[in-house]
DNA sequence: ATGCGGACCTGTTAGC
DNA sequence: TGCTAACAGGTCCGCA
């Protein structure tokens, strides 16, 4: 489900309902998920009030006075904010439980999610000490991405989607952001030219914008926090169009796995 | 230091 | 209609 353009949406959503709210109680049905959630975290949060809600690549941070909750959605995670006393369905693994009685359901089928608590500053925790600027970040340019691929063997794609060198970019605007760069997804990325990964640059930052505006993207089941799909869907140019014409020149587009990632691309129009 | 493939899960869909 | 295999928005980790 999320992309940067996915968490950013959850953020907008969850924040107004959750900011300077205080935990009334934790409830983790399920803990297994891609690490156990730990056990003590009623202990942790229990009306201890919330100071901020922040995002750091496709991480959500909810902020306390002792410490920070990191949350990832993995790939089918959601969150929802709904009436605490809401029916629990199947994979309703966590509720945050807040004072105003709505609670913050935590919803992700693969479990490939996950939540843990942190008593440092988030930013030297182990899962975000490495990653990559942000995408809509002035120090995300093409000179930062042309020195660091100089001696870059692997293909632009997986590069690109690498979270050490740029967070938040994953495998639809990854093929969106090629395409309308007009560069080859196999393509070495120590053989593109700084001129080229302006427009890459250019590319990445303006389709993450525009699908952040549109609520993100919705495939087959990403719904915000309120419910609403994402309406990104409509602008996708090759995603999940393999086989069907080129925007551009009209010619089939193609498909390939690139690292088990389905990826589509024009070879007329990219290089 | 870099790159590759496997691993973690469940649900949906395509194909026989 | 029913079974099976392939695939799905992520990313960490161990190994070469």
Redesign the pocket.
Known sequence: ???LP?VETTLRGITPHMQHQTIKQIIVRES?L?WPIPSDLNHHLCLQTIQTIQRR???LLIGFNHGTLIL?????GRLRIVPATTLVE??DHVDLVMQNNLCCRFTD????GCLLWTDDAPEQH??LR?LGPEPLSKIFTANYLHQLSR?????IK??I?N??IV??V???YANEALFAAKIHPSL???KISLARYQLLIDAIKKILKAAIKCG???????LASDGKP?YFTQSLSV?GRAGLDCLSCGNLLKTK?I????TVYCSHCQH
Do not use: C, W
Not at 151 to 155: C, G, L, S, T, V
Not at 216 to 222: H, N
Not at 259 to 262: F, L, Y
């Open positions: 489900m999320p992309e996915e297994r891609r690549g496709k991480y990832h959605l993995g790939m089918s199947k994979h089928p693969r479990r490939f182990k899962l490495n001696h870059r063997k692997i293909n997986q590069f989607m979270s050490q967070v938040g994953g495998n639809i070495s990325a120590n993100g993207t919705t495939l087959r089941d990403f994402g995603y796995m690292s088990q990632r389905a």
